[in-house]
C-alpha cells in the first residue's frame, strides 16, 4: 500500500501539525495557496516509521541536520518511493538549503516512482526553492563586516542563536563574531540546541565555557571538540556533571590550550593520577588559579605544582594523598612569591599545625577540616 499524503490549500492557515510536531511551513511561497503535507509512514516497517518519528522530532528541536540525515535513511530503504524525498525537500526548505532542495527534487524526479500527486509537490517544492534563490539578498554581500558585527551585538540572544541556521554563510560569520562569543553558556534549552549545532563554527571565538547541560550527546561534542583542540583562545572552563565523560586524553588537550589560565579540577571519576600529572606539565606555566577537589592526584605531582611561575591562588580539597610533609615540600619548592592565597579543606592528613609552615611564603593561608570552602578560616 503506498503512503497517503493530505493535501491543504486553505490559504489561512500557517502550518500543520502531525503527532504535535511542525512539518512544513511554508513562508513567501510562490504558488497560488500554501500547500501542506502530512506523511502516513503507517505502512512501513517499523524502522520506517522510527525514522519519520527522529525526523519530526528533531525538526520541533531545531536539529535540522540530523532531521535530514533521518531522511536520508528512509530514501536508502525506499529510493523509488517518493516519501523520503518529500520529507527530505521540506526539511532542507526549512533550513533554507534552497540548492539541496533543488537536486533532492531532482532526485526523486528522476529515481522515484512517484505517482501524480507526489510529482506536483515535488515540482512545487523545487520551485519554491527556485524562486527563493533568485529574490534571496544577502547583506553580508551588501554590509562592511564593521557594520554587520555592530548589528548582530545588538539582537536579543533568541535571535542571533536563530540567526544560525538561516544558512551556512550567516553560521560561520555568526560563529566567527568575537564579540557575541566570549562568554558561552550551554543549557538544556532551544537555545542550547542551536548552539550545539553551530559549535564547531563559534568554538574558536569562546573564552570562557561553562557546560550547563545534562544532555551527555551535547557533552560529548563539546568534549570532541576540546580534543581536536578546536577552543584555541578559551580562558576558563566549567563543566557540571560531566565527571564520567572526562578522560585523561581530555585533559591532556585542555593543557594544549595556551591561553587557559583557570582550571578546577572537581571529581573526574575516569582521571587516573598519571593523567592529571600530564596536565599539569603541559599548562603549569600559564595557570593563575587552580583547584583539585576528590581526585586520586598523587603528593609528587602536587609539589610539582609549586614551580608554576604564574600561580596565585590554590585550592586543595578532599585529598587523600597530601600530607603536612607533602606542604612543607611544596612551599620549599615555590619558584617565586607570587602565590597569593593557599586553601586545604577536608584533606585528612593535612593538619593546621603543617599549614603554619605555608606562612613564609604565601600571604593568605586558608584551612578547614571540612569540605566546605566557606568553612575554612584565615592562619595568621
Known amino acids: 500500500m503506498s503512503p497517503m499524503y493530505s493535501i491543504i490549500t486553505d490559504p489561512t492557515l500557517q502550518y500543520i501539525e502531525v503527532q504535535d510536531t511542525v512539518i512544513h511551513p511554508v513562508a513567501d511561497c510562490p504558488i497560488t495557496h500554501p500547500l501542506f503535507i502530512a506523511i502516513d509512514h503507517s505502512s512501513r516497517t517499523s ?209 594544549e590550550i595556551r591561553t587557559l589560565g583557570i582550571v578546577k579540577l572537581i571529581k573526574l571519576r575516569r582521571v587516573t593520577s598519571d593523567g592529571i600529572k600530564t596536565f599539569l606539565e603541559k599548562c603549569g606555566n600559564q595557570l593563575t588559579k587552580l583547584k583539585i577537589f576528590a581526585i586520586d592526584v598523587s603528593e609528587d605531582s602536587v609539589i610539582a605544582i609549586a614551580s608554576y611561575k604564574r600561580l596565585a591562588y590554590m585550592e586543595l580539597c578532599s585529598l587523600q594523598n597530601v600530607t603536612d610533609q607533602g606542604i612543607r615540600r611544596f612551599i620549599d619548592n615555590l619558584s617565586n612569591n607570587q602565590l597569593m592565597e593557599l586553601t586545604v579543606t577536608g584533606c585528612p592528613n593535612v593538619t593546621e599545625q603543617g599549614l603554619r609552615y605555608a606562612k613564609k611564603k604565601v600571604k593568605v593561608v586558608r584551612y578547614s577540616p571540612n569540605e566546605e570552602y566557606t568553612s575554612a578560616h584565615t592562619l595568621f
Not at 125 to 153: N, Y
Not at 171 to 195: H, K, M, T
Request: proline residues 2%; charged residues 20%.
Open 47 to 255: 524502522t520506517f516509521n522510527l525514522l519519520g518519528i527522529d525526523a519530526r522530532a528533531n525538526v520541533k528541536q531545531g536539529r535540522f541536520d540530523a532531521a535530514c540525515a533521518d531522511s536520508q535513511k528512509i530514501i536508502d530503504i525506499a529510493p523509488r518511493d517518493g516519501a523520503g524525498y518529500l520529507q527530505l525537500a521540506i526539511i532542507l526548505s526549512m533550513a533554507c538549503r534552497h540548492g539541496d532542495v533543488i537536486q533532492t527534487c531532482d532526485n526523486a524526479l528522476r529515481v522515484a516512482e512517484l505517482s501524480d500527486e507526489q510529482r506536483s509537490l515535488i515540482l512545487a517544492t523545487k520551485a519554491s526553492a527556485m524562486h527563493m534563490q533568485q529574490i534571496r539578498i544577502d547583506p553580508f554581500t551588501k554590509l562592511p563586516t564593521e557594520i554587520a558585527d555592530v548589528i548582530f551585538s545588538q539582537l536579543p540572544w533568541d535571535t542571533v542563536i536563530h540567526c544560525l541556521v538561516v544558512s551556512n554563510l550567516w553560521r560561520e560569520y555568526i560563529g566567527g563574531c568575537p564579540c557575541l562569543w566570549q562568554d558561552l553558556q550551554v543549557s538544556d534549552n532551544r537555545a542550547g540546541v542551536f548552539i550545539t549545532d553551530a559549535a564547531a563554527s563559534i568554538a574558536q571565538s569562546v573564552q570562557n565555557l561553562t557546560l550547563n547541560t545534562r544532555d551527555d550527546n551535547v557533552r560529548s561534542i563539546y568534549l570532541d571538540l576540546i580534543k581536536s583542540g578546536q577552543f584555541v583562545k578559551i580562558k576558563s572552563l566549567r563543566m557540571t556533571d560531566c565527571s564520567d565523560l572526562v578522560s585523561d586524553d581530555v585533559l591532556a588537550s585542555l593543557g
